[in-house]
């Protein structure tokens, strides 16, 4: 295809329709297309190239500025959108979980008031269903880059602990959590006493196994897990899984570690707002935890949410979202569960209530046919 395809025309808009038709799209893609070339950020902004990461973009940001369309978006909302816009940049994260939620609770026909920043503590949101009482909304969102990154040192200095002489044999690790550098150092120790074929491990923490070098293939492919991991690993759990090499080695054994998200990493963001929340006293009060960084977050969290319940009676509910909008897919759609603590001094509303009695919940745009 000639590259002068891609290019942006003066046109910018018009140009993105066309994508679209050629896409099959909905009426409510172009509906998203032309919110989005509603901004006022929109009018400096000019991609790279137009190709379909760049039309995912526009319907993602189209699609919640229409839904949004009559709601009181603050100024400074506005600006930090059409800043992004201009500089080309993604729009700051933590700012775009509020849109996703006020978008999402705006598609279930509530009414939605962003809250001004003040100098005194606010939720995010205030909330109501018609001829209902308000109720706050807080949002916050499931960080896994900082565990990511304490996976990754943990994983070089294990590495670089060992000496290409220490160990003539791929090593495969299985850890609750990488970034304890305690269940580390154990590990580290474990893989320089065993020879291949032996096992070490303490379970549910850690295990260690040696594998011989000419078993490469069997540590770095996808069977390793169902090959090597001890009986207390549980397959189905979200996981982290990175390698290294010993480089000069003999035969450059090969350390692939793999390692549990802990759930600490799901619940903080959680008990942080539930300790230190902000919002109006003698209403309902919500948190919003965005689960896309956190796998099986609806699964993984309401036992241990709903062990808290009875402590945190300011707290009327939990909801667990994650929004699916992948450039590849043909709907945008929004995966959710809401968990009500029976112990809240302000129950959630009736509207409320009644979704929180679902175990999962699921809401999808159609943006292609």
């Keep these: ?32 297309i032309e919110a989005f070339f509603d901004l006022e950020g929109a009018k400096s902004w000019r991609p790279d190239k137009v190709a379909l990461g760049e039309v995912a973009k ?23 959108i059409n800043e992004s816009l201009k500089t080309k940049e993604d729009i700051p994260r933590d700012l775009w979980s509020e849109l996703l939620v006020a978008t ?3 598609h279930m026909e509530a009414s939605v008031q962003f809250v001004p920043r003040g100098a005194s503590k606010t939720a995010d949101l205030s909330c109501n269903w018609d001829g ?22 943990g994983l070089n200095d294990f590495v670089d602990a060992l ?25 580290f120790a474990a893989a320089a006493r065993l020879k291949p074929g032996e096992r070490a491990e303490q379970e549910g923490l850690w295990s260690v196994t040696a594998i011989p070098l000419a078993d490469r293939d069997s540590i770095v492919g996808g069977q390793s897990s ?5 009986t207390w690993w549980p397959q189905q759990e979200a996981g982290f899984f990175i390698n ?44 919003a935890l965005d689960a896309s960084e956190l796998p099986r977050a609806t699964t ?12 945190w009676t300011h707290v009327s509910g939990v909801l667990i979202f994650s929004p699916l909008f992948y450039i590849t897919s043909r709907t945008k759609e929004f995966k959710f569960r809401l968990l009500a603590n029976p112990h809240a001094e302000w129950p959630m509303t009736k509207e409320l209530l009644e979704l929180s009695l679902a175990t999962s919940h699921e809401v999808k745009f159609e943006i292609c046919v």
């Design 132 to 153: 209902q009482p308000c109720f706050d909304v807080e949002v916050t969102r499931g960080k896994m880059k900082a565990w990511h990154q304490a996976v990754q040192q």
């Design 1 to 32: 295809m000639d590259d002068d395809f891609w290019k942006p025309r003066e046109n910018l808009k018009q140009q993105f329709h066309e994508r679209l038709n050629e896409m099959s799209g909905t009426d409510l893609a172009k509906e998203c």
């Design 226 to 230: 169902g090959l090597y991991a001890p």
């Design 163 to 187: 000496a290409p002489g220490d160990v003539d044999w791929h090593i495969a690790c299985f850890v609750s959590d990488a970034s304890d550098k305690e269940i580390l150092t154990k590990c």
């Design 104 to 106: 999402l609770m705006k």
């Design 300 to 311: 993984r969290l309401p036992a241990d949410i709903e062990l808290d319940f009875p402590i």
């Design 244 to 287: 290294g090499s010993l480089l000069n080695g003999k035969g450059n054994p090969v350390v692939a570690l793999r390692s549990l998200v802990p759930l600490t990493s799901y619940m903080n963001p959680i008990k942080r707002k539930a300790e230190h929340g902000q919002h109006t006293g003698g209403r309902p009060y919500v948190i």
């Design 58 to 80: 526009v319907i993602d940001l189209g699609l919640v500025i229409s839904i949004l369309k009559q709601t009181n978006l603050q100024k400074d909302y506005q600006d930090q």
